[in-house]
Nanobody, 126 residues
Framework: QVQLVESGGGLVQAGGSLRLSCAASGRTTSAYIMGWFRQAPGKVREFVAAINWSGDITSFEDSVSGRFTISRDNAKDTGYLQMASLKSEDTAVYYC???????????????????WGQGTQVTVSS
């Protein structure tokens, strides 16, 4: 299995940027998909973005497409979520997750990801 630790959250003004990191350890030599999800107070956890092992397949939730980018450095066992043009509605706890899903796409459903980090808070002030 893989263990995940997020970092990089914080308080930022609307229109600003943040980069989240997700450090992986454990079974990192096997190809895994890295996903990012978020959960705002009183809301269900929602998909944000995901990237496959080689980095050539990505997927974004519609509201973040064009503002967020996802990347990974397998040599460093680290994934990144670069967030720009942040809005107050982006405020949430952000989680990274890992999946050994072997399909030809990156899944968006949380149940496809058995491994989760502890989350990092992102607060966007308006």
């Amino acid at each position: 299995q893989v263990q995940l630790v997020e970092s990089g959250g914080g308080l930022v003004q609307a229109g600003g940027s943040l980069r989240l990191s997700c450090a992986a350890s454990g079974r990192t030599t096997s190809a895994y998909i890295m996903g990012w999800f978020r959960q705002a107070p009183g809301k269900v956890r929602e998909f944000v973005a995901a990237i496959n092992w080689s980095g050539d397949i990505t997927s974004f939730e519609d509201s973040v497409s064009g503002r967020f980018t996802i990347s990974r450095d397998n040599a460093k066992d680290t994934g990144y979520l670069q967030m720009a043009s942040l809005k107050s509605e982006d405020t949430a706890v952000y989680y990274c997750a890992a999946s050994y899903f072997s399909g030809s796409y990156v899944p968006q459903q949380p149940y496809r990801y058995p491994y989760w980090g502890q989350g990092t808070q992102v607060t966007v002030s308006s």
